[in-house]
């Protein structure tokens, strides 16, 4: 039994014989360009009138005429007739990743480094596919990821595989660090991370990415030094303002440190310094969407060239 909604006493067939009378304001030239019998048509018609319990023409021996209420279906069928006729076309365009829409989320390292470039590229490819971008933490990235709220995150790796997901490693980057330009050390050429056993950092939650506060702590235990975090915030902007304000010094890659404000400066780090990873992942599911997949390929393929 068809619901309710969906159960009408007319259907397409009335609607496209309506418009063909309603473009010509003929019954004979309609027919003839239908390519049905004229009798017909006004069956239909008739039908339709029925139907809607309204009146579509003024019919006389030598013209016939909308009336208001025809005219204001008119209005309507047009571009549903349009819609309809675009239809094939529009769904052979989705089916073959030519349009469509992609939700993406990214960290600071992502848009500094490798995005930019997937975002040209695919753009140029699929102009007609609509990339959605917001920024994100990896471990709200993996969660979105999971939950279907997200096609693609650029995320910092996690310490143990993430089930379900596929990743690609598309950049590994040592990390310097960044000081005031009020900073001791901070006219020096390199920088020992032993050199800041008594400089407070900022640092950022261990939740929204533990795998790389992780490496942060195991550099402070290779350096044979004891951190005092003096901060954790997110995102990479905040700990520049931090740092800028002069509380304390961070982590950053040659990458990030791109265009900074005069009031910090960015140092390489000698010896221990953690690593920075970016992956880009996607759910595992074998009814991935062509957008996505075709997203992901070119993500996957400057990744290789970058390698």
Request: glycine share 6%.
């Amino acid at each position: 039994m068809m619901p309710r909604e969906y159960q009408f006493s007319h259907d397409l067939r009335h609607l496209v014989y309506f418009q063909a009378v309603a473009e010509h304001l003929h019954f004979r030239k309609a027919a003839e360009a239908l390519g049905v019998a004229q009798p017909a048509l006004s069956r239909q018609i008739a039908q339709l009138e029925e139907a809607l319990g309204v009146a579509l023409f003024l019919r006389s021996r030598r013209r016939v005429e909308l009336t208001e209420a025809g005219s204001a279906l008119q209005r309507r069928v047009v571009p549903l007739l349009q819609t309809v006729q675009r239809l094939p076309a529009e769904l052979q365009a989705v089916a073959s990743g030519q349009i469509g829409h992609v939700r993406i989320a990214f960290t600071g390292l992502a848009m500094a480094t490798v995005l930019p470039e997937i975002i040209r590229n695919f753009s140029k490819q699929h102009p007609k596919i609509r990339l959605e971008l917001n920024e994100s933490p990896t471990a709200a990235q993996l969660e979105g990821l999971r939950s279907g709220d997200i096609d693609a995150g650029f995320f910092h790796p996690d310490i143990s595989p993430s089930t379900g997901l596929h990743t690609q490693v598309l950049l590994r980057e040592r990390n310097g660090i960044l000081l005031p330009n009020t900073h001791p050390l901070s006219h020096a050429a390199r920088v020992r991370l032993k050199d800041l056993a008594d400089t407070p950092f900022v640092l950022f939650p261990r939740p929204l990415n533990p795998g790389f506060y992780d490496r942060c702590l195991t550099a402070f235990a290779q350096a044979k030094i004891t951190p005092h975090i003096a901060e954790e915030v997110w995102p990479r902007a905040n700990g520049i303002g931090l740092v800028r304000a002069g509380l304390g010094a961070t982590f950053i890659t040659p990458s990030e440190a791109q265009n900074l404000p005069t009031e910090v400066v960015f140092r390489p780090l000698v010896g221990p310094t953690p690593e920075s990873r970016l992956v880009v992942g996607s759910k595992v599911r074998s009814d991935t969407p062509p957008a996505v997949a075709a997203f992901i390929k070119i993500a996957e393929g400057v990744a290789a060239k970058a390698t």
